[in-house]
């Protein structure tokens, strides 16, 4: 890419998006600087380029641009940043500026933000779970390192507090080991951004955590770096330092929301609600930088928040979330309603990487048997409290009423914990079994004899 | 010649000016770089190009270089075990070159030009060949024996065959002369365009299931070697296992798995089992007997619109040696959103949902090359397509499953409710078809029984029935509906949990041979058949499922094959004993 140029032939400002006339070899993807009439600088990025015409997209905003003044440096790179060891326990912006007071961090290498796909065949398939403390994940919906695990919410629903006991209690399997945090907030308030920075200090979790924070009334054309800067820096921890690192990012919807609004301002013909056609491509940049690599000991699990507008899960961004992460986990309404925490809804929840990471040496060998079970039983008492709401309990048979019982202390003693109660394996696949003991054996049609005579505590009926 | 150069770029579309002559579909190298790109879009002297790589950086007035090829691969031995991306490059050979990461401007031919391979001529000198003539073979694993072909735009007499020995990709193996006297040197490597279907004689009508060993496919919703088929499901439905285990168990000779735009933790999965696996039928890994595209979604959109291409050309050129070669496709979706993608870029006008007004005879193109054919060189040989269809909120109305539906001729639903209570396969059995059912009857009379069609009718009925009484439920509650209609809905329970439920990860329940399918809807269909004469004997529902042999249907699936054998009559004995009539 040629080395620096500047130009003050600003032609067209349209929202996020400006034109500048009289440049032949504009790099796509090329970061560029926008100086303003006032003396400030930011920073934008070359997303079409042709002989006479560059169009760059502003991640500060428009706002005070003119087309006398301004100037634009165009800087012959794409976008990198500097990373270092030292970013752990710091706090930046959505553009990687530290803003918790302290210098800037002295750079050990700097990196391309959009990152470079991993090889498929130098993937190392995740198999090693981690013990998150909450049983309806570690039970039913098994989180494995390296995996991309989102966190489907709504708004009003406790979904920051998960996220923040995830990462708390959140253990490498079999060790003490904790995990390297990367905490990306794209539009969250500032309410919930002092949550988490409150939560992290109090905890001692900050020291190897690092924070990038685009609040709501930062710009939100900033939102489209922050998770890319969040997770070049999870990349370094991980790939180069060999730390297990999750990464946090909410929320992925204010994310999407920032791409609908570029897409808008270039005037591209949109797909499902507005949303870009290449959003899925989009999505999958982010998502897919997930994993671990043969050969190098550090692992990245993602575990993005997204609220679902209308708490509906077929909107675009969960949907081609779904499609892409390795499963999801799902908050009810419902459930929090009956004061049950963390409200998760197990049934449509999914963790495709369970299977690798439980069973026999990993978690115990009942493990997959019990779910599966749970499964079964909680979808069957479910639909009978469907049934029983509308014609009332009498004709239901023992084994109904059994079912109905299971479906209420499921809810409230499996799903539901204290915001501070850590749960192991094996005490979460115990107190499943004191569930499941309330039926007869035959019931338990998807666990294995030899299981059900190991761990079965009910009579022998 | 003037030198072409890029005028405008966006995204992964690029435009060059001075092309002249240039051919849609060509290939171009595009940079510095020498990006991959293929041309999609003419005017005058521009030429409209899709690039395969990130095009970071690339700026205007870079140099592009025409190919006059269009976007082709490279056939013959060595193809098997490898993995590719979408535009067949081979991901280890790449990950040698450069490391953990794909980086841009890297690239490796993809068959080995160093590994030699055993080759017997089977042409003399003087013979008349003419386009898919056999010139010899090469033993490429122990199953698989590779037939040479010659390309079947190709003529000729033999003037000179190389003798039986060891010999690379790219030696010659055959002097031609063609009508003019020219003598053309041809290698075991060929080249075919990935857009075009290679000839053949004629298509055949389809004969024989692919058995899969999902009981549900096999016996409920059958698929034939050279079939089409679609699954499509929201997320989480399952879409990929079924896929997985189709690849692992189906009968084919050939497995072809395009990863198309998926999870890079998935390949990596595919990657991890396939070498340890054994395929049922030749006792030989998996991966012996499979070609791997595999084209994340996080890896460059345009080479994703061409992994479906890739992978359907492989597929015929092993289908032109005459065997059965299956291909998996997942997603289709994921392509045709490729397409979208590029479509919005040339700033086509579009069709339903923002998808390009050709979408419908792009997906049609590519099922068509599936069917069972008569090859050129007169052998059978056939490709059965199955395609995962992900559409959006799993909405079936969405345009990429209804144009895929107009094609194929399986459908197996994917259902969110059902594996919400993780009862997989997902096959919901009310909405999906199979339109070969009739096709494979003779078949599973000859290997199964004489009883399979009606079985099969009767058991898909009982389950429509299900339906019916569950809403009649919902209504006035289980307690006032006829005995009858109890015992029915207890059979259709244990047909659902015992038969329809089957686990991937169990490892004597991943694969059902057709001889037990054959035994287990036996069992229930009897139990059914005799459970309802018992019903109107006067024996209640109630006592019926407290039968001892009520439970011994239950988890017929996890036991091994040969303690079944053994088992089925004690059952089938037990039942008769256990119901009155049941010797009749």
Not at chain 2, 560 to 582: Q, R, T, V, W
Request: proline share 6%.
């Amino acid at each position: 890419m040629p080395p620096l140029r500047e130009f003050q032939s600003v032609v067209r400002v349209a929202g996020p998006i400006l034109a500048v006339s009289g440049i032949d070899d504009a790099g796509y993807n090329e970061v560029v600087k926008v100086l303003l009439p006032d003396g400030t600088v930011r920073t934008g990025q070359v997303l079409e380029s042709r002989k006479g015409m560059a169009i760059v997209m502003v991640f500060g905003g428009t706002r005070d641009l003119d087309c006398d003044i301004t100037a634009v440096r165009f800087t012959g790179r794409p976008m990198t940043m500097p990373v270092s060891k030292e970013m752990l326990g710091r706090i930046f912006s959505g553009s990687a500026d530290p803003i918790d007071g302290g210098g800037s961090v002295v750079p050990e290498k700097e990196m391309e933000i959009s990152g470079y796909a991993i090889n498929p065949t130098k993937r190392e398939f995740p198999q090693d779970s981690i013990e998150t403390g909450i049983s309806a994940i570690d039970g039913m919906n098994t989180l494995v390192q390296g995996q991309k695990l989102p966190v489907f919410s709504g708004s009003g629903l406790p979904h920051s507090f998960l996220a923040a006991q995830i990462t708390r209690q959140a253990r490498v399997r079999g060790t003490d080991e904790s995990f390297a945090v990367v905490f990306a907030a794209m539009g969250i308030t500032h309410e919930e951004a002092r949550f988490f920075v409150e939560e992290f200090s109090e905890t001692g979790a900050r020291a190897h955590a690092v924070i990038f924070l685009n609040r709501a009334d930062d710009p939100a054309i900033e939102r489209i770096v922050t998770p890319r800067l969040a997770l070049t820096a999870a990349e370094y921890l991980a790939f180069d330092l060999g730390m297990h690192v999750l990464v946090v990012m909410q929320d992925i919807t204010a994310y999407c929301e920032a791409l609908r609004e570029v897409s808008a301002a270039r005037e591209e013909i949109p797909a499902r609600r507005g949303y870009p056609g290449y959003m899925y491509t989009d999505l999958a940049s982010l998502y897919e930088r997930a994993g671990r690599v043969k050969g190098r000991p550090g692992s990245i699990t993602q575990l993005s928040i997204l609220s679902m507008p209308d708490d509906d899960i077929t909107h675009p961004v969960p949907d081609l979330t779904g499609y892409i992460t390795e499963g999801q986990i799902v908050l009810s309404r419902e459930l929090h309603r009956k004061g049950i925490y963390p409200p998760i809804d197990v049934l449509p929840c999914l963790s495709r990487l369970m299977q690798g990471g439980i069973g026999e040496g990993r978690t115990r060998p009942d493990h997959a048997n019990v779910s599966s079970q749970l499964y079964a039983a909680y979808a069957r008492g479910r639909r009978l409290a469907g049934l029983v709401a509308v014609i009332g309990d009498e004709g239901l048979t023992d084994v109904d009423r059994l079912y109905l019982t299971f479906l209420d202390r499921f809810e409230h003693e499996f799903v539901g914990q204290k915001r501070d109660e850590g749960r192991s394996f094996d005490e979460t696949l115990d107190r499943a079994w004191d569930l499941l003991s309330i039926f007869p054996q035959d019931e338990l049609k998807r666990i294995d004899p030899k299981y059900i005579k190991e761990h079965y505590r009910g009579g022998t009926g | 010649m003037t030198e072409s150069s890029i005028i405008r770029i966006t995204g992964p579309v690029v435009e060059a000016d001075r092309m002249r002559g240039a051919q849609m579909y060509e290939v171009v190298f595009v940079g510095e770089d020498e990006l991959i790109g293929e041309i999609i879009g003419l005017y005058n002297d521009t030429a409209t190009i899709q690039v395969y790589e990130d095009t970071t950086g690339i700026t205007p007035g870079e140099p592009v270089k025409r190919s006059t090829m269009p976007l082709s691969v490279e056939l013959g031995p060595g193809l098997l075990e490898m993995i590719y991306d979408g535009i067949q490059r081979p991901l280890t050979e790449l990950g040698d070159l450069s490391g953990d990461f794909i980086v841009r401007g890297v690239s490796a031919p993809a068959l080995s030009r160093e590994k030699k391979f055993l080759f017997t001529p089977s042409l003399s000198e003087g013979d008349e060949i003419s386009g898919g003539a056999v010139i010899g073979s090469v033993p490429e694993t122990k199953q698989i024996l590779h037939t040479i072909l010659l390309a079947p735009d190709l003529s000729g007499t033999v003037e000179r065959i190389a003798g039986e020995g060891e010999y690379t990709v790219d030696e010659t193996i055959l002097w031609l002369k063609d009508d003019t006297g020219k003598v053309q040197k041809i290698t075991m490597l060929q080249r075919w365009p990935v857009r075009v279907p290679r000839p053949i004689q004629s298509k055949l009508p389809a004969i024989r299931p692919l058995i899969t060993g999902q009981r549900v496919i096999d016996s409920f919703f059958p698929m034939v070697q050279g079939g089409t088929a679609a699954v499509p499901g929201p997320f989480g439905a399952g879409k990929t296992v079924v896929q997985h285990q189709l690849a692992k168990w189906c009968d084919a000779d050939i497995i072809v798995y395009v990863g198309c735009g998926e999870r890079g933790n998935e390949m990596a999965d595919v990657l991890r089992q396939f070498p340890s696996l054994v395929d049922p039928k030749t006792k030989e890994p998996l991966m012996k007997r499979t070609v791997l595209i595999g084209n994340t979604s996080n890896m460059p959109v345009a080479a994703r619109e061409a992994s479906v291409y890739t992978g359907i050309t492989i597929a015929e050129y092993y289908r032109d040696m005459g065997y059965s070669v299956a291909l998996m496709a997942d997603s289709t979706s994921r392509w045709a959103e490729a397409m979208r993608e590029i479509s919005g870029r040339l700033e086509e006008m579009p069709g339903e949902h923002g998808y390009p007004a050709y979408l419908g005879s792009r997906l049609a193109d590519f099922y068509e090359r599936a069917g069972r054919v008569k090859t050129l060189s007169g052998e059978e040989g056939s490709i059965s397509v199955i395609g995962a269809v992900s559409p959006p909120g799993g909405d079936f109305s969405e345009p990429v499953t209804q144009n895929t539906l107009r094609i194929v001729r399986v459908f197996w639903a994917l259902d969110a409710d059902l594996a919400h209570q993780r009862h997989f396969p997902a096959v919901n059995w009310l909405l999906s078809y199979s339109l070969y059912s009739d096709l494979v009857a003779p078949w599973w009379e000859k290997h199964g029984g004489s009883e399979w069609g009606t079985m099969r009718s009767d058991l898909l009925a009982l389950l429509q029935k299900e339906n019916e009484l569950e809403e009649i439920v919902q209504l006035v509650g289980p307690d006032l509906l006829p005995e009858e209609d109890k015992f029915t809905l207890n059979v259709a329970a244990i047909l659902r949990e015992s038969f329809l439920v089957q686990s991937a990860f169990d490892p004597v329940d991943t694969f059902c041979p057709p001889e037990k399918q054959y035994r287990m809807m036996t069992l229930i269909h009897r139990y059914y058949r005799l459970g309802r004469h018992a019903v109107g004997e006067g024996m209640t529902a109630a006592e019926i499922q407290q039968l001892p042999v009520t439970a011994r249907l239950s988890r017929l699936g996890p036991i091994p094959h040969e303690e079944f054998d053994s088992l089925y009559p004690k059952i089938c004995e037990e039942m008769n004993s256990a119901f009155p009539g049941g010797d009749a």
